[in-house]
């Protein structure tokens, strides 16, 4: 049974502002599924299902609420090693939807592993770092990549190149916040940057082609450039206080496109405006300053570990979506959290949103 007293000590700021997300990204995707047809307006049911996976989503968030966050430590293996099998899986019996193979049809929905390999990567990453005392050495640091290495080769072949380095960023950052050594620190500075033109020989030819028109768009605006112009453009003609909802021409008489998915952002601000777009931003600052703070008031360094993962987790995910609307990051393919349409990655985020608010719950225990 659960102590009742445990929900007393819910962090109710961080269920509020995930609940006020999920409402605005569903009220967001009601006017991004929404099409000018003649004197009339057609809508496709992606905001339905949106609905339906939040109340999934909310269902897990709870019952990730209800256990004791520190059994996690031991079974995190067993749920890191299951979503390996997934994504193996995948390259078997997945499903190709524009021209990518990843995701599971279990009939009557798409289930996307790679998703769940973030929280696998996640709850083996912080069960490791709580183990060390220490700030990392070389043996530390190769077995925490070696963590990584492998999902994120599984992902990277699906291809889906986005999830997989997420998947090193959300390590980095918790690497990063567990310390490492100086001669460590000076080896990475050095050889990063020498690493990063190797990257470019393993890019398939539409990744190269996104990097190009990333730096400029304009050499090829009716391809390759076009989703970050029609961003560009979507974003700025909303201007101050925006076009109002459901009045955005951009994405209403479709030319932005993937609006409901990469460019959810785009629509939100042609009709909200650089008002709305501060508000949106500002609520997910808000969102992780309370992340940060259940970190700082975890009772156990799994705990405190947990919710490392967790801000990062997010921060990417809001750092480079934003920046990629906004045509200061390459496009990858990284949706914008409780925003954007996706079933799976919707449920992840309750999960994740659901430790976080489990280790807050338990801040006043004590260990046994």
């Not at 608010?357 to 004590?366: D, E, Q, T």
Request: hydrophobic share 55%; aromatic share 16%; with cysteine.
């Amino acid at each position: 049974m659960v102590d009742r007293q445990l929900f007393l000590h819910i962090n109710w700021t961080i269920l509020f502002i995930v609940l006020l997300l999920f409402v605005a990204g569903v009220l967001n995707l009601y006017s991004a599924s929404a099409f000018r047809i003649g004197e009339g307006t057609a809508l496709t049911p992606f905001y339905k299902r949106q609905v339906i996976w939040g109340g999934i989503g909310l269902l897990a968030m709870i019952a990730t609420m209800l256990f004791d966050y520190r059994h996690l430590k031991n079974s995190s293996w067993f749920l890191y090693l299951a979503s390996i099998v997934l994504l193996v899986a995948v390259f078997f019996w997945g499903r190709t939807i524009y021209g990518a193979q990843r995701w599971l049809d279990l009939g009557f929905f798409h289930f996307q592993p790679s998703e769940v390999a973030k929280i696998g990567v996640l709850l083996v990453t912080a069960a490791f770092l709580s183990r060390i005392n220490h700030p990392l050495g070389f043996k530390d640091m190769f077995q925490a990549m070696i963590i990584v290495i492998i999902p994120a080769y599984l992902i990277a072949g699906q291809p889906d190149l986005g999830s997989a380095l997420l998947l090193f960023f959300l390590m980095a950052g918790m690497v990063a916040y567990q310390g490492i050594r100086k001669n460590i620190f000076k080896t990475l500075v050095v050889t990063i940057p020498m690493l990063i033109p190797l990257g470019w020989i393993f890019l398939k030819d539409y990744q190269k082609v996104r990097l190009l028109s990333f730096l400029n768009p304009e050499q090829d605006p009716l391809g390759s450039g076009y989703h970050i112009i029609q961003s560009q453009i979507a974003i700025g003609s909303g201007r101050f206080w925006g076009k109002g909802f459901m009045e955005g021409t951009q994405s209403q008489l479709r030319f932005l496109p993937e609006k409901h998915t990469d460019f959810a952002f785009s629509v939100f601000g042609e009709e909200w405006g650089f008002i709305g777009a501060i508000v949106l931003l500002f609520l997910f600052c808000a969102f992780l300053y309370q992340i940060f703070l259940c970190s700082e008031e975890a009772k156990d360094k799994f705990g405190t570990m947990l919710c490392v993962g967790v801000f990062f987790y997010f921060f990417w995910q809001i750092l480079i979506n934003t920046g990629m609307v906004l045509g200061l990051m390459p496009v990858v393919g990284v949706p914008l959290p409780f925003v954007s349409y996706g079933g799976t990655s919707l449920l992840v985020n309750f999960i994740m949103t659901g430790l976080v608010l489990n280790v807050s719950m338990r801040r006043f225990m004590f260990k046994s």
